[in-house]
C-alpha cells in the first residue's frame, strides 16, 4: 500500500528573490510473507521552486502543481516496484522450520530424514536461500542454521546448455551395384583368336571366361543361373543362338538358323525374344522363344500389316518388346515397341541412329545409344517418349548400354580412357599383352548418370575381328551386346 501523507510548504527569502521549498512525504506499508510482519518506509521528497513574483501568494501555479503530482506518482511507482521486488521472492509463501546442523550432518542425510529422499537436498538449498537468504556451504559447518521445507520443493529443472548440432551425414545416393556381367570380344592373343566370352561381378573382380569357345552377344538370365549366347563353330555350340547353365555344363540350340541373334530375356526368366534375317527377303524380323527351345513364333501386327525390326529388348512389364524399327512405310525410324498382342505404339523416339536399346527391369524406361549429337552416346527415355536425356558426353565411344538388376546403374562399354589394362582386377587366361582398338573397356553409372566409373579395362580384346578370320565376316561393336545378371 502507498499513502501519499503529506505536502508542506516553507518560504524563504532571498537576495533573487523568494523561494519555496516543498516537503513531499510518502508512506509504504506491506505485510512480510514469511512471519506475517506489517512493513512500513517512508520517503521524503524536497522540491525547490524559486523566484516566485507574489511574495504574499503561496499557492502554486497549476502547472507548478501539476509538476509536485508527477514527481510524488513516479516516486511512488518506483517504491511500489522495490517492494514488490522484496516480498516477490516469497510470493508463495512456504512452510517449515529453522534447523541448526550437528557435526555429522549432510544435506543428504537431512533430505532423507525430513523429505523422504536424500534426491531432496536441492529443496533444503533453495529454501534456505529464500527465506534465510544464506547459501548453504558444502560440507555443512556445525552451528549452522538452515531451513527444511515441510515437503519437497518444485524446483525448475535446469536446461542444459544446447548441445553442438552434429554436421548432417551425407544423403545415401542409392544402392552399390550388384550381380555379374558378361561381356564378349575377339581375343587375338596368338594362343586364342576367338570371339569369347568374359564374366566379371559388378566391382570389375572375379573376371573369368565362359567355358565355350567361338561364342558372343551373352544374355545373362535375370536370376543370374544361365547364359543365352550365339555361336559360331558347328563343333562346340552350332552356328545357333544356344542357352544354358553359367557354368558352361551344357547348353541347347533356340530357333535353329545361324542368322537368329541379339537374344534377350523376359524379367521373369521364361522366355527369349530375338532378331533374325532368316527369310529369304533377309529383312530383319522378331522372334519368341521359351527358354526350353520350344514355342517358338513370330511377332506381327494385329492390322495385318508387316512388322520389321532388330535390337529386341523385353519392357519391365514383360507383355511389351521394344525393338528398333520404321513404320510400315519406311519413315519414322527410331524406337518402337508392339505388344505381344501385336498392337504397336508410337515410336518412343524418333532417331534413325538409335540402337542397342535394353529396357528397365523396374521402370517404363529404355536406355539406348545413339549418334543423334554427332557422337556415339547413352541416352535414356520413358517409353511413352517422354523425358529424353543424354547421360553420357565424351568424345569417345558410348556404346552397348544395359541395366542392372535393380533398375538402379547402367553399364555400358566405352573407348573413353580409363586405368592401364595391366591394372584390371583377375586378368583372366585371355591376357594378349597387345592394345586394343580404342581401349575398349567396361564402364558404369547410375541411372540418372551419376558416379560414372570404370570398372574394366579390355586387355588385348578387340570389337572388330580380322576379317580373314571367318565365320565372323565384318562384324564390329554394333553387332555385339552386354548383359548384367544377378
Not at 49 to 68: G, R, T
Not at 224 to 253: I, K, M, N, Q, Y
Not at 264 to 290: C, K, M, P, T
Not at 366 to 375: D, E, H, I, T
Amino acid at each position: 500500500m502507498i499513502d501519499l501523507t503529506g505536502i508542506k510548504t516553507q518560504r524563504h527569502k532571498g537576495a533573487q528573490g523568494q523561494r519555496f521549498i516543498i516537503f513531499i512525504s510518502i508512506q509504504v506499508k506491506w505485510r512480510n510473507c514469511f512471519d506475517k510482519r506489517l512493513e512500513i518506509r517512508n520517503w521524503r521528497l524536497h522540491l525547490s521552486i524559486s523566484n516566485l513574483q507574489s511574495p504574499n501568494h503561496l499557492a502554486l501555479y497549476p502547472a507548478e502543481q501539476i509538476l509536485i503530482f508527477l514527481v510524488s506518482w513516479c516516486l511512488g511507482v518506483l517504491v511500489f516496484l522495490t517492494s514488490a521486488q522484496i516480498t516477490s521472492v516469497a510470493a508463495q509463501p512456504i512452510d517449515g522450520f529453522t534447523y541448526t546442523c550437528q557435526l555429522s550432518d549432510t544435506l543428504a542425510h537431512l533430505a532423507g530424514k525430513y523429505l523422504g529422499d536424500e534426491s531432496h537436498a536441492a529443496s533444503i538449498s533453495a529454501a534456505t536461500e529464500q527465506i534465510l537468504g544464506l547459501t548453504i556451504p558444502d560440507p555443512l559447518p556445525p552451528g549452522l542454521t538452515i531451513f527444511i521445507p515441510a515437503e519437497p520443493l518444485a524446483l525448475a529443472t535446469p536446461t542444459p546448455p544446447p548441445s553442438p548440432t552434429p554436421p548432417p551425414s551425407p544423403t545415401p545416393a542409392g544402392p552399390e551395384p550388384f550381380g555379374k556381367i558378361a561381356f564378349s570380344f575377339y581375343n587375338r592373343a596368338l594362343h586364342r583368336r576367338v570371339w569369347e566370352i568374359d564374366i566379371i561381378n559388378a566391382d570389375g573382380g572375379g573376371r573369368w571366361v565362359f567355358r565355350w569357345n567361338e561364342v558372343s552377344e551373352p544374355a545373362i538370365s535375370p536370376d543370374g543361373t544361365h547364359l543365352a549366347f550365339r555361336g559360331w563353330s558347328g563343333f562346340d555350340t552350332g552356328h545357333v543362338l544356344s542357352v544354358g547353365p553359367l557354368s558352361g555344363e551344357r547348353h541347347w540350340p533356340l530357333g535353329g538358323f545361324q542368322e537368329d541373334s541379339r537374344p534377350d530375356w523376359s524379367h521373369d526368366g521364361s522366355r527369349l525374344v530375338f532378331a533374325s534375317q532368316r527369310e529369304s527377303d533377309r529383312l530383319w524380323r522378331l522372334y519368341l522363344i521359351h527358354a526350353n527351345g520350344q514355342d517358338e513364333r513370330a511377332l506381327s501386327r494385329a492390322d495385318g500389316l508387316p512388322l520389321f525390326g532388330e535390337d529386341p529388348a523385353w519392357s519391365h512389364r514383360d507383355d511389351r518388346i521394344i525393338y528398333r524399327g520404321c513404320a510400315p512405310d519406311g519413315s519414322q525410324c527410331g524406337l518402337w515397341f508392339i505388344t505381344l498382342d501385336g498392337l504397336v505404339s508410337a515410336p518412343i523416339a524418333l532417331d534413325a541412329t538409335a540402337l542397342q536399346p535394353d529396357g528397365s527391369p523396374a521402370e517404363d524406361a529404355v536406355v539406348f545409344a545413339s549418334n543423334r549429337s554427332g557422337n556415339w552416346e547413352i541416352y535414356r527415355v520413358n517409353l511413352d517418349g517422354s523425358d529424353l536425356r543424354q547421360l553420357t558426353g565424351d568424345t569417345a565411344l558410348d556404346v552397348m548400354p544395359t541395366w542392372s538388376p535393380d533398375g538402379e546403374w547402367i553399364a555400358f562399354q566405352s573407348t573413353r580412357p580409363g586405368f592401364a589394362p595391366e591394372n584390371a582386377p583377375q586378368q583372366g587366361p585371355s591376357q594378349g599383352g597387345q592394345t586394343t582398338d580404342g581401349n575398349w573397356g567396361i564402364w558404369i553409372m547410375r541411372k540418372d548418370g551419376r558416379d560414372l566409373r570404370q570398372i574394366f579395362a579390355f586387355d588385348g580384346g578387340l570389337m572388330r575381328a580380322n576379317r580373314l578370320d571367318l565365320p565372323y565376316g565384318s562384324r564390329d561393336w554394333y553387332d555385339e551386346q552386354i548383359s548384367w545378371g544377378r
